[in-house]
């Protein structure tokens, strides 16, 4: 009986030590990427849990992610204004911000397309649009995070500054995954802050090759 209980022991110790937990995340100072203010048509569209400090302990990624007061301005806005220094306010009806995950994260050796979970498909969007949107912004980020990866080990492991970003425009949903290995001298408000800003860039690449039409000009139409 006390052999049994002494290996049980062992095991519990073994499986313990193989856990990874969140990376520690405490910021110096606030995130500040842009003071623009966000177009007419922007809106915050994010379930209130993903507006403050969390962490989240998945099978190959485990994360410490920032509330939104950790950037000035507030997450929201910054990315609004972001996207208002882009976008010509007029090539769009509605704006929506459905996930903006930013922080570090610990990755445990398997490379993935950079997208987690399940897009957000606003009520209403036709199954044919929300299936291109899905697939066009799937396609780029995966190219994308497969050049930055450099689709080597050593990149995929250890602590990153990471950017999860997907925005709804009218109804179709872009998505953009941005990270960068955490070094021992790094200022993370400013590399977040970097991250922010290529991420938008991408939305906006995004954007152009999902809407042709709008970015024509009047001598392109004649």
């Known amino acids: 009986m006390f052999r049994c209980s002494y290996l049980l022991l062992i095991v519990i110790t ?64 910054l990315i609004g204004g972001l996207l208002a220094e882009r976008f010509d306010g007029s090539l769009m009806k509605t704006v929506a911000l459905t996930q903006a995950d930013v922080g570090l994260t610990n990755l445990s050796g398997v490379a993935t397309s950079g997208y987690r979970g399940v897009p957000y498909i606003p009520p209403g969007t036709h199954p044919g649009a929300a299936a291109l949107g899905i697939l066009l ?53 400013a590399v977040l802050a970097t991250l922010l800003k290529t991420s938008a860039d991408e939305i906006l690449s995004q954007h152009r090759v999902r809407f042709p039409e709008l970015y024509r000009t009047t001598t392109d139409q004649k």
């Open 14 to 77: 073994l499986l313990a030590g193989c856990v990874t937990t969140p990376p520690q995340l405490k910021m110096e100072k606030l995130v500040a990427a842009s003071t623009a203010s966000p177009s007419g048509a922007f809106k915050d569209e994010r379930f209130a849990q993903a507006k403050v400090a969390r962490v989240s302990n998945e099978k190959f990624e485990q994360a410490s992610w920032l509330a939104d007061e950790a950037f000035s301005p507030e997450l929201p806005r």
């Open 137 to 189: 912004g799937e396609g780029l980020i995966y190219l994308a995070s497969s050049v930055r990866a450099g689709n080597s080990s050593g990149n995929a492991t250890g602590e990153h500054w990471t950017v999860y970003l997907s925005v709804s425009f009218d109804g179709v949903i872009l998505n953009s995954f941005n990270r960068r290995k955490r070094e021992a001298n790094d200022d993370g408000a």
